[in-house]
């Protein structure tokens, strides 16, 4: 027995209006390739409501041009086995025609939060999230929808547009989860061959190096950050951005404080790896 999935929008708009009559309806959106940090916000979000609906949707809107939208894992069997026994109730897994229709041309433009980083080096990407995360809202009107500080930046925009937008969904973020050799999970670690894998680690140990030298009485944003550029170059990795922030609105201070978070990202190969946390 694996949960139930439905691929109309107009099944899930159903699905979770009569979830909502027995009590709270919990919402954990997905691209799918379902792993440990995927279920954890499952489980999380278990906690909170009796239904939890987790969404499986490789959103075309928030790939560039050039990015992984076509290599992007996707094995529905299995994510639908990893739901089942994190404790999600139903899933939704459209294809792209049925969220982007002929003649689809609205669009939520979120601003300054989603114009750093990783918002600076994928033109589009926050606009396609925070599209897409909008419909989603639209259709299930969760009372609560769960998100990974893996993606602080995306949780950021996200609890930016629910407030702007006047969005009853209430947004919770929950902490990274890591490999035990300190990699974060994500779906595209998939793509690292064995010895690529091996230094994909150079993200984790820039930011505890980063987080020693802090520790140390280091303040001064740009040294922290050039201490952690060196690490992941020492592994051959080619750093797209690393960079101390504050952890409201992105912008760098002039000294890093306990609560800046180092906010990195890497071309290990061809696969673009992210990682970031709270300096103190
Ligand atoms: P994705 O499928 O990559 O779009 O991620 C779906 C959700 O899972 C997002 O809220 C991510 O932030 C979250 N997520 C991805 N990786 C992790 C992780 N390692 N730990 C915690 N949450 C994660």
């Known amino acids: 027995m694996t949960v139930a999935v439905v691929t109309a929008a107009h099944d899930f708009r159903r699905a979770c209006q009569e979830a909502r009559v027995d009590g709270e309806l919990a919402l954990v959106p997905t691209m799918g390739g379902l792993h440990a940090g995927h279920t954890s916000l499952i489980k999380a979000a278990a906690q909170r409501a009796?239904?939890?609906a987790v969404t499986i949707f490789v959103n075309p809107a928030q790939f560039g041009p050039g990015e992984d939208l076509a290599s992007y894992p996707r094995d529905l069997a299995s994510d639908l086995r990893e739901v089942e026994k994190a404790g999600g109730t139903f899933v939704f897994a459209p294809?792209?025609?049925e969220m982007y229709p002929p003649g689809f041309q609205t669009w939520i433009e979120p601003g300054a939060l989603a114009a750093t980083l990783c918002g600076a080096?994928?033109?589009g990407h926050f606009r396609g999230v925070c599209t897409i995360v909008g419909k989603l809202f639209a259709l299930s009107r969760a009372d609560a929808a769960f998100f990974g500080e893996k993606d602080y930046q995306q949780l950021l925009v996200i609890e930016r547009m629910v407030k702007d937008l006047n969005i009853?969904?209430?947004?919770?973020?929950?902490p990274t989860v890591r490999e035990p050799d300190g990699l974060a999970?994500?779906?595209r670690n998939a793509y690292l061959s064995r010895?690529?894998?091996?230094?994909?680690?150079?993200?984790w140990k820039a930011?505890?190096?980063?987080?020693?030298k802090f520790a140390e009485g280091e303040k001064n944003p740009a040294r922290l950050e050039q201490l952690a550029r060196e690490i992941i170059e020492a592994d051959g990795l080619r750093v797209?951005?690393?960079e101390v922030r504050d952890p409201l609105e992105l912008q760098r201070p002039a000294q890093a404080d306990a609560a800046s978070r180092l906010f990195l990202a890497a071309f290990l190969g061809k696969t673009r790896l992210i990682d970031n946390g709270q300096l103190g």
């Not at 010895?195 to 993200?203: I, K, S």
């Open 195 to 203: 010895e690529e894998r091996m230094r994909a680690t150079a993200l």
């Open 168 to 174: 009853a969904t209430e947004v919770i973020g929950r």
């Open 240 to 242: 797209d951005y690393a």
């Open 121 to 123: 080096r994928r033109p």
């Open 95 to 97: 294809e792209p025609a």
């Open 50 to 52: 009796p239904t939890v």
């Open 185 to 187: 999970l994500s779906s």
């Open 207 to 212: 930011l505890q190096a980063a987080r020693r």
